[in-house]
């Protein structure tokens, strides 16, 4: 690439879009905007009577975020649709889900611009190890994220404070903020750019590219309806049901005669017999209806519920027709609650997978979904940037770029608590990228065929420098060969360089994200997504699980072991099984002490929040319902041995004359299984670390 089309290039991208800090505001030794820190500034929790219920709590214990002057423009992860808790001006609206360790540590840094190297070492630790190897001395080098601390002064007021946090490299990386080699050298990366330019980096420019990091602009959509949607539809419908029921008692033909005279002319006695058998029928048919809308909502069922909706407005408008004005204002209150819950599920979708074997343990209650994705076009990326969703295809074929999706539902813990039960969190889109770089050896961190297209006209605009500076040596004349040569070789470094970073990927894919080889030759690189590492897609969607149960009150997030549901398991696929989920203790193997990642992101989220985590036993099925229908199920785990599972297929309040259904009331061991889970803190409302290393908190800065 020539001089002059690289820097046509530069100015191309740079008419794009306004790089935060021109090559001038680089060379400057202050940055204007960035905060300091000032203790005072962050608001202290309030003392407050301590509440009944875990979503009291996180309304109480919610922090708001400071006032700070030129905050930074971010562009948080999509939250919730009710993110509010509370009502007027009480109510916290809480609509940024994930923090940043990376953000947090540029910031401690504090104002000021620092060499490629400073950055470097600031945000991680790099060195030299010495070892020896067949009785010879030899050096290595290596590069980890840098553990630090959030002091008094820094998180006063946070749960986060003096509290060790690690700055995850595959932030660095996602951020395009710095990559590195296996000897902790830079080497990618707006941090190596400039290192090549010489030129200094401002931390307000590095902040900006961590909230431009295209992780925070992750998507949620979510199959089933909320916890709190379902208490408030059961509520509705109980008081509804008990209205109805005395209105029927208090029904007499008196009534009805009053209720249907037609000018001076009464109905005769026999047709008013029939109207009030009609009319007993219709508030029959209303209470049936009723509890059928009720079941819907619960089952998740969102076209049934919207459905019976419109039963119910059928049915009082033929009960309103022989109704005194009192009853029908019972009525048409009523009907006002009725559609304001039908309403209240408007744009919310059923779940694809509640029945689906091997993938959901039976007999939980409220099934839900969720896919997290990056739904934008990915620069470089195949298919116009736009990768289809596997799992969620067909009418929801909007849904693209996905980048993980979880099941869980809800149970009851031994003691009567609620818990969230995760029975499955996967990402084939980046699974299959990871597979396809493990087989070629490639680090997914450090590899040309895996290159970060977000912010890189940041980093040509460095190289550009670099470039232009060493073309200049040349052009001035009184070099050497040797010296000449060198400076040459440098320039074809980088024109390598960025012609990798901007080339676009040439791999084809399968139905669930494997990378295809086309042809019979090797793709020279592949799809980008971030989140690459499956514990950092585990620790996005368990942090946005807690934060949901935080909202709804829910007590636990648990995990469904790999030894309680088949989940596809074949010989190959078994310890990638077992070392995710893990056994009932938690542990990767029976006997090991050896933490799997989801119940490790479990543990560690409880030490981050200063709760508890472990072994609790929740139900097998709904504790209301004591008539069971139990299935025992064989889970054959290859190289361990073949677990037999009770299974509660359904529950029933009654026995209803079916033999195959066995009594086991709610204080029988047998309805509870042993699972391993986090108790949900309050906390765990503010916003929460993005990938699998601990701490950040973004929004407290931004």
């Known amino acids: 690439m020539s001089l002059r089309n690289l820097l046509g290039l530069g100015r191309k991208l740079l008419k794009k879009k306004t790089v935060t800090a021109t090559p001038d505001t680089v060379r400057t030794s202050t940055v204007a905007g960035l905060p300091e820190i000032n203790p005072s500034s962050l608001r202290t929790q309030a003392q407050v009577p301590v509440p009944q219920t875990i979503a009291e709590q996180s309304k109480a214990l919610v922090v708001k975020d400071p006032v700070i002057s030129k905050p930074f423009a971010l562009r948080p992860m999509d939250s919730l649709k009710n993110t509010l808790i509370g009502k007027g001006d009480d109510a916290i609206d809480q609509d940024k889900l994930f923090g940043s360790v990376t953000f947090d540590r540029i910031v401690q840094k504090g104002d000021g611009s620092f060499s490629a190297d400073d950055w470097a070492n600031w945000l991680t630790d790099r060195g030299k190890r010495s070892f020896k190897l067949f009785g010879r001395d030899f050096e290595d080098g290596y590069v980890t994220g840098r553990r630090f601390k959030l002091d008094e002064g820094f998180a006063k007021g946070s749960y986060l404070r003096n509290k060790e946090q690690t700055v995850p490299m595959e932030e660095l990386f996602d951020s395009n903020i710095a990559t590195f080699d296996r000897a902790g050298d830079l080497s990618g990366g707006l941090l190596y750019a400039a290192k090549q330019a010489g030129i200094k980096v401002p931390g307000r420019l590095l902040a900006d590219m961590v909230k431009?990091?295209?992780a925070n602009r992750l998507r949620i959509t979510e199959f089933g309806i909320p916890g709190n949607l379902i208490n408030k539809a059961e509520n509705i419908v109980q008081q509804n049901v008990a209205k109805v029921d005395s209105i029927e008692k208090t029904l007499t033909t008196s009534y009805l005669k009053e209720a249907n005279k037609i000018g001076d002319t009464v109905i005769d006695q026999e047709n008013l017999a029939q109207i009030a058998k009609e009319y007993k029928f219709a508030l029959r048919e209303l209470k049936n209806e009723l509890t059928t809308l009720a079941d819907s909502?619960?089952?998740g069922k969102v076209v049934a519920a919207q459905n019976t909706g419109k039963k119910i407005a059928t049915v009082m408008k033929q009960l309103k027709s022989g109704a005194n004005p009192q009853q029908k204002l019972a009525f048409n209150k009523i009907q006002g609650e009725v559609?304001?819950?039908?309403a209240s599920t408007k744009g919310m979708r059923s779940p694809h997978y509640a029945t689906q074997e091997g993938y959901t343990f039976p007999g939980g209650q409220n099934y839900r979904e969720a896919v997290l994705s990056l739904d934008e076009v990915i620069?470089?990326?195949?298919?116009?940037?736009?990768?289809?969703?596997?799992?969620?295809?067909?009418?929801?074929?909007?849904?693209?770029?996905?980048?993980?999706?979880?099941?869980?539902?809800?149970?009851?813990?031994?003691?009567?608590k609620k818990a969230f039960l995760i029975s499955e969190i996967q990402s084939d889109t980046n699974q299959g990228i990871s597979r396809f770089l493990r087989e070629q050896g490639q680090e997914p961190l450090n590899t040309m065929m895996r290159t970060n297209p977000y912010q890189q006209e940041k980093v040509i605009e460095f190289l550009s420098q670099s470039r232009k500076k060493l073309s200049d040596d040349?052009?001035?004349?009184?070099?050497?060969?040797?010296?000449?040569?060198?400076?040459?070789?440098?320039?074809?470094?980088?024109?390598?360089?960025?012609?990798?970073?901007?080339?676009?990927?040439?791999?084809?894919?399968?139905?669930?994200?494997?990378?295809?080889?086309?042809?019979?030759?090797?793709?020279?690189k592949v799809d980008y997504f971030p989140l690459l590492d499956r514990a950092s897609q585990a620790k996005a969607t368990i942090s946005y699980l807690t934060n949901l149960a935080a909202k709804e009150g829910v007590d636990y997030i648990s995990v469904v072991p790999a030894n309680y549901m088949k989940r596809g398991m074949e010989p190959a696929k078994v310890k990638a099984y077992t070392?995710?989920?893990?056994?009932?203790?938690?542990?990767k193997t029976p006997g090991s002490k050896s933490l799997a990642v989801i119940p490790d992101i479990l543990k560690k989220m409880g030490k981050e929040f200063d709760t508890k985590a472990g072994v609790i036993k929740i139900s097998k099925s709904d504790v209301t319902k004591p008539f069971k229908r139990i299935q025992t199920e064989e889970v054959g785990v290859p190289g361990d041995r073949t677990?037999?599972?009770?299974?509660?297929?359904?529950?029933?309040?009654?026995?209803?004359g079916d033999e195959n259904f066995e009594y086991i009331p709610d204080n029988d061991l047998r309805l509870y299984t042993d699972v391993f889970s986090v108790k949900v803190s309050p906390n765990m409302l503010n916003p929460q670390k993005l990938y699998k290393k601990e701490g950040g908190f973004i929004s407290k800065y931004n």
């Open 212 to 214: 431009d990091n295209p």
């Open 297 to 299: 909502v619960a089952s």
């Open 339 to 342: 559609d304001d819950l039908v």
């Open 379 to 416: 620069p470089g990326n195949s298919s116009l940037g736009r990768r289809r969703n596997p799992h969620f295809d067909g009418e929801l074929k909007e849904i693209t770029n996905p980048l993980a999706h979880i099941r869980w539902d809800t149970r009851t813990t031994s003691d009567g």
């Open 474 to 524: 040349i052009i001035k004349g009184g070099l050497r060969g040797s010296e000449i040569e060198l400076k040459s070789n440098q320039i074809k470094k980088l024109d390598n360089y960025i012609s990798g970073i901007t080339k676009k990927t040439d791999a084809s894919y399968g139905t669930y994200g494997n990378v295809s080889s086309g042809l019979g030759f090797t793709p020279e």
């Open 579 to 587: 070392d995710f989920y893990g056994y009932p203790k938690g542990n």
């Open 643 to 656: 677990y037999k599972i009770d299974t509660h297929r359904s529950a029933r309040i009654g026995k209803e």
